[in-house]
């Protein structure tokens, strides 16, 4: 199987931003734990980050051709870009919408994503161990 993960803006910027709600590990430390647990489960994966939703919507419409399954992170686009919304409604592989914080308990105006109604899956505020969750869900889905 073969999964993109796609992580949005400021998530370069993880190893920087609020430890408490991040967890203070790097976006290099992250993919490196994906990288393994993918291998662990025999899973084929390739992660990606931009801060241009642009670049971000174009790595969308290679999936369509390019992945069995893709996992989002859109970041603060989650929230607002139905853009990202369309270029995710058009895929048919499964989408899992995974955050590292609990969007549901925090801002009032991160409480509503509007990745949500084409997403398969979402997982949120398990931290980094959230996209191993998506790995997991993926492989026991398919
Ligand atoms: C985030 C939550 C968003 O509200 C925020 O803008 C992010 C990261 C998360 O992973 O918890 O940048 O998507």
Redesign the pocket.
């Known amino acids: 199987m073969q999964v993109v993960v796609l992580n ?4 370069d910027q993880l190893a920087r ?1 609020d430890p408490a ?2 967890g203070g590990i790097s976006l290099n430390e992250l993919e490196t734990r994906i990288y393994d647990w993918a291998h662990a489960l025999t899973m084929s994966v390739r992660c990606r980050q931009t801060n241009s939703e642009g670049e971000y919507i174009g790595w969308i419409h290679d999936a369509f051709d390019d992945a069995d399954a893709v996992i989002v ?7 607002y870009s139905w853009a990202i919304h369309d270029a995710l409604a058009v895929l048919t592989c499964p989408i899992v919408e ?6 549901a308990e ?2 009032e105006w ?1 409480r509503h994503s509007v990745i949500e109604p084409v997403a398969t899956h979402r997982i ?2 398990k931290g980094a161990d ?1 996209y191993r969750e998506a790995l997991e869900y993926l492989v026991a889905r398919a």
Do not use: E, Q, T
């Not at 949005?8 to 998530?11: C, Y």
């Not at 992170?73 to 929230?79: E, I, K, L, Q």
């Open positions: 949005g803006v400021n998530l931003r709600i991040y992170n859109p970041g603060a686009w989650s929230h995974v955050h590292l914080s609990n969007i925090r801002d991160r949120m505020g959230g």
